[in-house]
C-alpha cells in the first residue's frame, strides 16, 4: 500500500509540475519564441488492418522543441540553458488534456481507463528557477507519449438474472 500511494504522489508530483510548465510556457513570460505543434490521436493497434479505426488517446507533439524552463527528476523547478553555445532541442509528446480523461472506445464496465502523458529523464544544462547561479548538467523530465492505461473491473461473484451477456468481445 505505502508503494501505491508512493507512485500516485510521484505521479501527481509530475502532473503539478508539468501544469505549471504549460502555465509558465504560455504566460508569454521571457520571450519564449512560439514553436510549432501538432494535434494527434493515438490510434488502436489495427491500423494497417482495418480501414475503420478509432482514437484512443489524443496526444500533442511538438517536434525540436526548446524548452526554456522544466522540472528535474525531484520535481524542482529549472531554467533550461538555451543560448548558441548549447541548445536543449527535443520532441515533446504529451496528452492533450492533463485531467486524465478515459480513453475512447474502451468498454467501461470491464475496464477503468485514463490517457496518461509518460516521461523519459534527460540530462540538460539547468539551474535552479529564479537563481543567478551557474548552470549544471542534470537529468530533467520530458513528457515522450500518452498511453492509455487499463485497469480491469472485477464484478462481484453474484450473478444477475440479466447478465446473460458473454464477456468474450
Do not use: W
Not at 508503494?3 to 504522489?9: D, E, K, P, S
Not at 500533442?60 to 536543449?88: C, T, W
Amino acid at each position: 500500500m505505502l508503494l501505491t500511494n508512493y507512485r500516485v504522489a510521484a505521479l501527481m508530483i509530475g502532473i503539478v509540475a508539468f501544469e505549471l510548465f504549460v502555465r509558465y510556457e504560455n504566460s508569454g513570460g521571457e520571450d519564449v519564441p512560439k514553436q510549432e505543434m501538432y494535434s494527434v490521436s493515438k490510434r488502436s493497434m489495427l491500423v494497417g488492418m482495418s480501414e475503420t479505426t478509432e482514437e484512443v488517446c489524443e496526444s500533442v507533439i511538438r517536434p525540436g522543441f526548446k524548452p526554456a524552463v522544466g522540472h528535474m527528476v525531484n520535481g524542482s523547478f529549472v531554467e533550461i540553458l538555451q543560448n548558441d553555445g548549447y541548445e536543449f532541442r527535443k520532441t515533446y509528446v504529451h496528452c492533450s488534456r492533463r485531467d486524465r480523461p478515459a480513453c475512447h472506445g474502451i468498454r467501461e464496465d470491464k475496464y477503468i481507463s485514463e490517457c496518461v502523458t509518460v516521461f523519459e529523464n534527460v540530462n540538460a544544462m539547468v539551474r535552479l528557477l529564479n537563481t543567478t547561479g551557474p548552470f549544471k548538467t542534470a537529468m530533467i523530465r520530458v513528457p515522450i507519449f500518452c498511453e492509455c492505461r487499463l485497469r480491469r473491473q472485477y464484478r462481484s461473484f453474484r450473478r444477475d438474472d440479466n447478465d446473460d451477456e458473454d464477456d468474450s468481445e
